[in-house]
């Protein structure tokens, strides 16, 4: 499947998973189909998800509305110029400011393209977002998933993701890495629709939403 995730291609994705996995085609029965949920493409966001990491989802969104509040878009001409003291009252440990201010220098002075990676194929964007400092894999994988929208990512490194098809899967937690990549392997082209549908799963069930 090429193109980007849309609500229409959400829809099909979740029908082409039903027909390889029934488990699938009962999350989608019992708990729907999630909203798109895309986040805009370019340093602002990459910024958010460097913000989110080890960190609790309730701490990443209030570092998020902190930021938005300074600035909505943040860019690279603006971030580059806040004090350590300002970082610190967003919730910027000192090292995620160090990434924040690399990855802005290496957009300003022309050496990381946001366009350009997002003309690449997924490994290829991937392997160009990973030379930055503060980027793993994941944090790729989850900028092309939610702000480029690609639809065949599967983000093994994922907790949600892990726990989620633990979950669909009766399965006891934690399932190993090479275990979930295999699994994810039966589910392409819609291995993006796949995670989504798990993040949605996993949030119904941890919130008491969801009986089955």
């Known amino acids: 499947m090429n193109g980007t995730i849309t609500l229409k291609t959400m829809q099909d994705g979740a029908k082409a998973l039903g027909r ?13 189909l ?14 958010k998800i460097i913000s989110a990491q ?9 570092m ?18 806040l004090t350590d003291a300002e970082l610190r009252a967003v919730g910027f440990s000192g090292q995620k400011a160090n990434y924040g201010r690399s990855i802005a220098r290496a957009v300003l002075d022309g050496t990381f393209s946001f366009r350009s990676v997002a003309r690449m194929d997924d490994e290829a964007a991937i392997a ?13 994988e989850i900028y092309l998933l939610f702000a480029l929208r690609r639809p065949d990512l599967w983000p093994v490194d ?14 006891p937690p934690p399932i190993a890495k090479a275990q979930l990549m295999a699994a994810g392997e039966a589910l392409r082209p819609w291995r ?15 919130e008491g939403l969801l009986v089955e």
């Open 54 to 62: 080890q960190v609790s989802t309730y701490s990443a969104q209030a």
């Open 34 to 47: 999630p909203g798109l949920r895309t986040r805009p493409p370019g340093f602002g966001t990459v910024l």
């Open 158 to 171: 994922d907790l949600g993701v892990m726990l989620g098809y633990a979950a669909l899967k009766k399965l």
């Open 128 to 140: 160009e977002m990973v030379k930055l400092k503060g980027i793993g894999r994941w944090s790729a």
């Open 64 to 81: 998020a509305r902190r930021l938005d509040a300074i600035a909505k878009p943040m860019t690279p001409e603006i971030f580059i110029k």
């Open 192 to 206: 993006s629709v796949a995670a989504r549908l798990l993040w949605h799963y996993y949030g119904m069930k941890r």
């Open 20 to 32: 390889i996995d029934p488990d699938f085609r009962r999350l989608v029965k019992t708990c729907g």
